[in-house]
């Protein structure tokens, strides 16, 4: 194995959240289909998506440095949103507690001098970065549009249906 055991424990921890925020983004996608907000729950759909491809981006990592990847259940996930603004806050919620997850994920790679995995994790800050623009935008969008769900779907379909599309084309490979 060449990556370090602590890294190993940390990485198969980080493992479980990425498939908590797989399942987590699909209940949202649910809610907003219940809503009949087909291009926000179309979003949250394809953000489960994309969760579901970094946890797999962890799993091929630490089969590829022969180390053992565990598939975790999941926690209880949160079915029941009072609003739109309040299940994209919470997503949002959400993805800067992966941010600081993943700033964590680092700073043991470095006090483990485990370098090969340090570098692995740069992209995942940087994507940290995009998803939380991405959620403090929609959930912006929502506060700006008012009553209006309308103006948010036409946002959501401008603005992300097509980059989400175009950019999940970019991770297939991963």
Do not use: C
């Amino acid at each position: 194995m060449i990556i370090k055991p602590k890294v190993v424990a940390a990485m198969n921890a980080q493992i479980q959240s990425e498939f908590t925020a797989m399942a987590q983004y699909t209940a949202i996608a649910v809610y907003f289909d219940r809503e009949s907000l087909p291009e926000l729950a179309g979003f949250f759909y394809r953000q489960s998506d994309e969760e579901r491809t970094h946890a797999m981006k962890f799993v091929h990592f630490l089969l590829e440095a022969g180390a053992k990847p565990i598939i975790p259940g999941l926690p209880e996930l949160r079915n029941d949103f009072g609003s739109p603004e309040d299940a994209v806050q919470f997503a949002l919620d959400q993805e800067i507690k992966v941010t600081n997850q993943i700033n964590n994920l680092v700073a043991i790679a470095e006090q483990e001098k485990d370098y090969t995995s340090h570098n692995f994790l740069q992209w995942f800050v940087m994507e940290q970065v995009e998803e939380v623009d991405t959620m403090t935008t929609l959930r912006q969008t929502i506060k700006h549009a008012g009553g209006s769900l309308l103006l948010a779907e036409d946002f959501v379909r401008r603005n992300f249906a097509a980059g989400a599309a175009a950019g999940s084309s970019d991770e297939a490979g991963a």
